[in-house]
């Protein structure tokens, strides 16, 4: 018998939410050249207030977390729009995408900024 593997779902990462959606989502601009998943840490660029994956090494503003993707985003080719919790919400910690090769203090300093938003990752949660 094949096995069957699920995706994730917003509820796989999104515990708690304000009531009101539009409080704790943004819809806002994923840059071109990137194919995103639900759950990426996302951070803005200064030069073009774009938002791109979490880059900890840059200092184009993409170093600094702004928010969590809550759907997949192929940006492959064109700018597109994007569902991002940005703030007041707690997030499960298992479905939170880091970028590749993110260090200790890295993602300490990425989720104090998250947490500074009122974005909370829980591994409990």
Do not use: C, F
Not at 35 to 63: C, E, F, H, I, W
Request: charged share 20%; hydrophobic share 45%; glycine share 8%.
């Amino acid at each position: 018998m094949p096995v069957i593997t699920e995706q994730n779902y917003v509820s796989d990462l999104v515990k708690y939410e304000v009531a009101n959606l539009d409080y704790s989502r943004n819809t806002e601009t994923i840059a071109a050249g990137q194919n995103l998943g639900l759950g990426t840490v996302l951070g803005r660029k200064t030069a073009d207030g774009k938002l791109y994956a979490l880059a900890p090494a840059a200092s184009d503003g993409t170093q600094n977390a702004h928010g969590v993707l809550i759907q997949d985003v192929d940006a492959t080719l064109i700018d597109r729009t994007g569902l991002v919790v940005a703030r007041h919400a707690v997030l499960a910690d298992s479905k939170v995408v880091w970028p590749a090769g993110i260090t200790v203090p890295q993602k300490a300093a990425a989720v104090a900024q998250l947490e500074a938003k009122g974005i909370l990752i829980r591994s409990a949660a």
